[in-house]
């Protein structure tokens, strides 16, 4: 990589711990008013995360996905730091354990529609949107 003002470093943290720590060209994020791409020396800034996914360009021709399960993101001086309720690096997906998620979440949306138990349809929504974030960044 170029000298430092050329390169941010990307950092991203859940409450179990440090999920990703790299330097790259530029990082894309979906926040909550919409698509959210920073490369170096970009203005700071602080964003509410979607669930989705964060794609990372490391510059080498090398890109990593991210699947983030909300939080926000902090860039000041080329460091984003993402903190986040959860997130998994593509490589480290389960699937299989993704795909059961998303079984028992649209179980449950299923069975709260029927109920019409809002705040249960509200909670199953949520981790259906996650499953399939982490099901999605898995697939790439």
Known sequence: MADNK?????SIVTPDGKVYDDQATMIVVKTKAGEL??????VPLIASLAVDEARVDRGDGNKDEIAINGGFI?????????VADSAE???DIDVSRAESARKRAE???RKAKEAHDTD????AEVALRRAINRINV???
Do not use: D, Y
């Open 6 to 10: 050329s390169v941010l470093t990307v």
């Open 37 to 42: 791409g920073i490369m170096p020396n970009h």
């Open 74 to 82: 902090e860039f000041s001086e080329n460091v984003a730091t993402i």
């Open 89 to 91: 690096k593509q490589g």
């Open 107 to 109: 179980e449950r949306l």
């Open 120 to 123: 249960t349809m509200n909670r």
């Open 138 to 140: 898995a697939n790439k």
